[in-house]
């Protein structure tokens, strides 16, 4: 069992900055691939970041290549999505999941286990 805990989210403006942590129980954190997905009001909940289990790989959107950076901390359970350079459009509630996997998964279904979501929130 792994349980999420997601905190870093908050109103900034265009072009601004903000760091999302998300920290996890159990002893086994450093086994688990972790991804990122947000999800806007009306809209599916879509795939943003993911990092191996060791770090040594990184999988990011389209949308926020350049723009975001996924990484890990197995020594403190903790994983973080560093973003820069916000616009409106990133605006929503991000979620961080974990999942055992072989690969490192860009959909949903390669993770088991999600936090509650921080909100992300974009002004123009």
């Known amino acids: 069992q792994v349980q999420l805990v997601e905190s870093g989210g908050g109103l900034v403006q265009a072009g601004g900055s903000l760091r999302l942590s998300c920290a996890a129980s159990g002893r086994t954190f450093s086994a688990y691939n972790m991804g990122w997905f947000r999800q806007a009001p009306g809209k599916e909940r879509e795939f943003v970041a993911a990092i191996s289990w060791n770090g040594g790989s990184t999988l990011y959107a389209e949308s926020v290549k350049g723009r975001f950076t996924c990484s890990r901390d197995n020594a403190k359970n903790t994983v973080y999505l560093q973003m820069i350079s916000l616009k409106p459009e990133d605006t929503a509630v991000y979620y961080c999941?974990?999942?055992?996997?072989?690969?490192?998964?860009?959909?949903?279904?390669?993770?088991?286990?999600w936090g509650q979501g921080t909100q992300v929130t974009v002004s123009s």
């Open positions: 999941s974990a999942g055992r996997t072989m690969v490192v998964f860009t959909t949903t279904g390669g993770y088991n286990y």
